[in-house]
């Protein structure tokens, strides 16, 4: 992944949470990404390697985690 579009899904996350929202647009993939408002609420690690993890990425099983 580039610098730029590190910095800038860095950025659209940081207002999504500000704004209090569970998802944003990645700059890059145009996919949806949950924030970690979404994950705090859901409360557990769904395991699936997450960006914004809060859990430290607990149920991602070894091999998938980054
Ligand atoms: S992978 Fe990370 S973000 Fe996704 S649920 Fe597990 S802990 Fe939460």
Do not use: N
Request: net charge positive; glycine share 10%.
């Amino acid at each position: 992944m580039s610098g730029g579009h590190d910095v800038a899904w860095r950025r659209a996350h940081e207002r999504a949470v500000a704004e209090g929202r569970s998802f944003y647009i990645d700059p890059a993939s145009g996919y949806r990404v949950f924030t970690e408002l979404a994950h705090l609420e859901r409360g557990t690690c769904c395991g699936s390697a997450c960006r914004h993890c809060p859990y430290d990425h607990e149920a991602v099983p070894q091999h998938r985690k980054r």
